[in-house]
T-cell receptor, first 115, second 118 residues
Framework: GAVVSQHPSWVICKSGTSVKIECRSL??????MFWYRQFPKQSLMLMAT?????????EQGVEKDKFLINHASLTLSTLTVTSAHPEDSSFYIC???????????FGPGTRLTVL | AQTVTQSQPEMSVQEAETVTLSCTYD???????LFWYKQPPSRQMILVIR??????QNATENRFSVNFQKAAKSFSLKISDSQLGDAAMYFC???????????????FGKGTKLSVIP
């Protein structure tokens, strides 16, 4: 089956620093990847849709200058949280679209803690 | 815009028993997909079952089956012979069959936390 990895699985950083999260499709090429944010005991909130070779489409209310998304290849998308602050602490999940049903296959998530 | 509603924040079931999780949705589309995803404590999202709206037959996957009522816009998940490993958050999700923007975005419900009692 389609496998999506994320790195790192968890990260702790100081306020004001930037953090990069990688999302890779391991056994397929993904023209579209998605980035979600999930707060404790809540549902997934779509942050942005990333298409290979083009600018990401951000959902309303998501600061594109704060959450930089780059989808430079068919197997890699990155999310950079710039100048992170404690309120950016959350669980970030990526997914990649693949297959005849255009299903989303999810990565294992990255827990970001900003001190 | 499409919406997905899960009215049961929490449910519990005895091991080996059957439980049904509810989901309703709203859309003006006639062709779409519906999904149930499981998110165990590891937080890895796992696809449980998929239903194409153009298929009248309810989808089944081993112990998991759905009751898809298109006219009522209802999509419930039945878990038979519940096992301890079924304990998780369950999310109902909707997706248009065709995406004009080519994005195929999912709309998720708020989730139902299922506990399995030994």
């Amino acid at each position: 089956g389609a496998v999506v990895s994320q790195h790192p699985s968890w990260v702790i950083c100081k306020s004001g620093t930037s953090v990069k999260i990688e999302c890779r499709s391991l056994d397929f090429q993904a023209t579209t990847m998605f980035w979600y944010r999930q707060f404790p005991k809540q549902s997934l909130m779509l942050m942005a849709t990333s298409n290979e070779g083009s600018k990401a489409t951000y959902e309303q209310g998501v600061e594109k200058d704060k959450f930089l998304i780059n989808h430079a290849s068919l197997t890699l998308s990155t999310l950079t949280v710039t100048s992170a602050h404690p309120e950016d602490s959350s669980f970030y999940i990526c997914s990649a679209r693949e297959g005849p049903y255009n299903e989303q296959f999810f990565g294992p998530g990255t827990r970001l803690t900003v001190l | 815009a499409q919406t997905v509603t899960q009215s049961q924040p929490e449910m519990s079931v005895q091991e080996a028993e059957t439980v049904t999780l509810s989901c309703t949705y709203d859309t003006s589309e006639s062709d779409y997909y519906l999904f149930w995803y499981k998110q165990p404590p590891s937080r890895q999202m796992i696809l449980v079952i998929r239903q194409e709206a153009y298929k009248q037959q309810n989808a089944t996957e081993n112990r998991f089956s759905v009751n898809f009522q298109k006219a009522a816009k209802s999509f419930s998940l039945k878990i038979s012979d519940s096992q301890l490993g079924d304990a998780a958050m369950y999310f109902c999700a909707y997706r248009d069959l065709y995406s004009g923007a080519g994005s195929y975005q999912l709309t998720f419900g708020k989730g139902t936390k299922l506990s399995v009692i030994p």
